[in-house]
T-cell receptor, first 113, second 109 residues
C-alpha cells in the first residue's frame, strides 16, 4: 500500500507564479489536511477536508486554495506565490474520528524566490 | 489563544532514559498525540492518550494529566536511531490537531 503520495518532492518557484501541490491517498480516508512546517514553529494547518466535496480553512489559509473532488485527491494551489510561502508542505489523512491517527505524506519542499 | 509548549532541544546518552514534557492550553481537549519526526522525513505516530495515566508501548511510554494540562513522553534504553524531533499535538474542541513546535532529541554515544 502506497499510503499518501505527494508531488513534487521539491520545487523552486519564482514569486508571482502559480503552482499546485498534489496529494493522493489510497487508504479511503475521509479526512485530509494540508500543513506547512517552518523551522521553530509547529505544523500549521492551511486547509482541511472532512469528506469529499467539502473543505474548510485552517490556521493559515491566506494565499492558498484547495479542492476535494473525490476521496483520494486533495490538491493545494498557490495562486500567486510569495517568498513567505517558502516552507515544507505536508499532506495528511485520517479515517475521521478524533482518536484516529493522522498519516502523513513525504512532504514537498517549496522555495519561492 | 491555544498554546502547546515543549523544550526546543534535549540531549541524552545512548542507553539512558529521557523524558520529554509537553504542556498545553487549548480550547477543549479530545486527546493528545505524540509523533516522531526524523530530519527530512514526515511525522510518524507514536502514541495517543485521552484518559489520565500512563500508556506503555515497548521502549516508549506516554503520560497524561488532563487537570494539569500536561503530558510527557518517556523513552527508555535510548538508541542512536531515536535521534529525531518529537511532536506533541492536542485535539481541540473542533477536533483539529494543534501542534507544538517539537523537541529535537540528540543522542550521544
Amino acid at each position: 500500500t502506497a499510503g499518501i503520495t505527494q508531488a513534487p518532492t521539491s520545487q523552486i518557484l519564482a514569486a508571482g507564479r502559480s503552482m499546485t501541490l498534489r496529494c493522493t491517498q489510497d487508504m479511503r480516508h475521509n479526512a485530509m489536511y494540508w500543513y506547512r512546517q517552518d523551522l521553530g514553529l509547529g505544523l500549521r494547518l492551511i486547509h482541511y477536508s472532512n469528506t469529499a466535496g467539502t473543505t474548510g480553512k485552517g490556521e493559515v489559509p491566506d494565499g492558498y486554495s484547495v479542492s476535494r473532488a473525490n476521496t483520494d485527491d486533495f490538491p493545494l494551489t498557490l495562486a500567486s506565490a510569495v517568498p513567505s510561502q517558502t516552507s515544507v508542505y505536508f499532506c495528511a489523512s485520517r479515517n475521521g474520528t478524533s482518536s484516529d491517527t493522522q498519516y502523513f505524506g513525504p512532504g514537498t519542499r517549496l522555495t519561492v524566490l | 489563544g491555544q498554546n502547546i509548549d515543549q523544550p526546543t532541544e534535549m540531549t541524552a546518552t545512548e542507553g539512558a532514559i529521557v523524558q520529554i514534557n509537553c504542556t498545553y492550553q487549548t480550547s477543549g481537549f479530545n486527546g493528545l498525540f505524540w509523533y516522531q519526526q526524523h530530519a527530512g522525513e514526515a511525522p510518524t505516530f507514536l502514541s495517543y492518550n485521552v484518559l489520565d495515566g500512563l500508556e506503555e508501548k515497548g521502549r516508549f511510554s506516554s503520560f497524561l494529566s488532563r487537570s494539569k494540562g500536561y503530558s510527557y513522553l518517556l523513552l527508555k534504553e535510548l538508541q542512536m536511531k531515536d535521534s529525531a524531533s518529537y511532536l506533541c499535538a492536542v485535539v481541540d474542541s473542533n477536533y483539529q490537531l494543534i501542534w507544538g513546535a517539537g523537541t529535537k532529541l540528540i543522542i550521544k554515544p
